[in-house]
C-alpha cells in the first residue's frame, strides 16, 4: 500500500504561486496513476490534475487548465508528484490531496483512487 504525504500549501495573494508535492514511500510508485484532488470547506472532494504512471499523459479540471501542471519525479529516491499552481483565485483555496490511481489517469472518479494522503492547505488571500 503506497503511502502519501502532500506537502507545499500555504497563504497567497490571489495571482501567487504555489508548488505543492506528494512524497511516495512504496518502491512500485513508478508504476501507478496519480491524482491531486481537492475539497473546499463545505464542499465536496473534486478532481484537480492526474498524470499517468510515466509521465507522458496528464489530465486537468476545466478550472484549472492552464494555470495548474502536474508532473512527477519517478527516480528511486525521489517518489513525488508535483502540483504547480499558478495565477491562483480565490476559488482554488481548498485543502489538496493527492491519491494513486486503480483506474488510470483518465478517471476523475473519487472512489477510483485510494492512499489518500493527509493533504495540505492552500489559503488565496484577495
Known amino acids: 500500500q503506497v503511502q502519501l504525504v502532500e506537502s507545499g500549501g500555504g497563504l497567497v495573494q490571489v495571482g501567487g504561486s504555489l508548488r505543492l508535492s506528494c512524497a511516495a514511500s512504496?518502491?512500485?510508485?513508478?508504476?501507478?496513476?496519480m491524482g491531486w484532488f481537492r475539497q473546499a470547506q463545505g464542499k465536496e472532494r473534486e478532481f484537480v490534475a492526474s498524470?499517468?504512471?510515466?509521465?507522458?499523459?496528464?489530465?486537468?479540471a476545466d478550472s484549472v487548465k492552464g494555470r495548474f501542471t502536474i508532473s512527477r519525479d519517478n527516480a528511486k529516491n525521489t517518489k513525488t508528484v508535483y502540483l504547480q499552481m499558478n495565477n491562483l483565485k480565490p476559488d482554488d483555496a481548498a485543502v489538496y490531496y493527492c491519491?494513486?490511481?486503480?483506474?488510470?489517469?483518465?478517471?476523475?472518479?473519487?472512489?477510483?483512487?485510494?492512499?489518500w494522503g493527509p493533504g495540505t492547505q492552500v489559503t488565496v488571500s484577495s
Open positions: 498524470i499517468n504512471w510515466s509521465g507522458s499523459s496528464t489530465y486537468y
Open positions: 512504496e518502491r512500485t510508485f513508478s508504476i501507478y496513476a
Open positions: 491519491a494513486v490511481s486503480d483506474e488510470g489517469a483518465r478517471t476523475q472518479n473519487v472512489g477510483e483512487y485510494k492512499g
